[in-house]
T-cell receptor, first 115, second 117 residues
């Protein structure tokens, strides 16, 4: 597709439920980022992939959060045993990652509400 | 540590007014990049501009202009003759020396701009 695609757009989960959020980056993009955006706040970095390698996961808030990108394309962010504080918009971004003059393109996000 | 501060939480203007959105940053990197993104109600972050730390020239793109001042660690954004379609949340962001290619972005808390007809 032309842009970064995320699914689902909206997800309501009961507390304690596991969820999986999908990101389809722009074709050929090497770098992929996940961000978490709480209501009224700016996005906060969660994790970064270069192809299939997860090079930085310093932003993952707990071991309940897990991300993968097994074939270097589609990525999945999984949250186990969801809690109310996990409610946020989860944004995915991708970039060519091969030069200094590229920027990250963002998807529309998945809004997760934990009830 | 890296930090971005957008002190203006909300700004309301009437159409055709000029408006400036402030951004102050902190970083220990000697090479870094600064960004502005627009987030309309649809939620997608739309890239507006990238600036590297060695280029302090002001930039103008249509009704948009950016003023980068290293001496005050500021990267302010001005919209001239604002329009209703400019209504959105605007984020200033900072990254390390590889820009948006491989460095994570540090975002400010955003400024909600409401342009009234």
């Amino acid at each position: 597709g032309a842009g970064v695609s995320q699914s689902p757009r909206y997800k309501v989960a009961k507390r304690g439920q596991d969820v999986a959020l999908r990101c389809d980056p722009i074709s050929g993009h090497v770098s992929l980022f996940w961000y978490q955006q709480a209501l009224g706040q700016g996005p906060e970095f969660l994790t970064y992939f270069q192809n299939e390698a997860q090079l930085d996961k310093s932003g993952l808030p707990s071991d309940r959060f897990f991300a993968e990108r097994p074939e270097g394309s589609v990525s999945t962010l999984k949250i186990q045993r969801t809690q109310q504080e996990d409610s946020a918009v989860y944004l995915c971004a991708s970039s060519r990652g091969d030069t200094l003059n590229t920027e990250a393109f963002f998807g529309q996000g998945t809004r997760l509400t934990v009830v | 540590a890296q930090k971005v501060t957008q002190a203006q939480t909300e700004i309301s203007v009437v159409e055709k007014e000029d408006v400036t959105l402030d951004c102050v940053y902190e970083t220990r990197d000697t090479t870094y990049y600064l960004f502005w993104y627009k987030q309309p109600p649809s939620g997608e972050l739309v890239f507006l501009i990238r600036r590297n730390s060695f280029d302090e020239q002001n930039e103008i793109s249509g009704r948009y202009s950016w003023n980068f001042q290293k001496s005050t660690s500021s990267f302010n954004f001005t919209i001239t003759a604002s329009q209703v379609v400019d209504s959105a949340v605007y984020f200033c962001a900072l990254s390390g020396p590889y820009g948006g290619a491989t460095n994570k972005l540090i975002f400010g808390t955003g400024t909600l701009l409401a342009v009234q007809p």
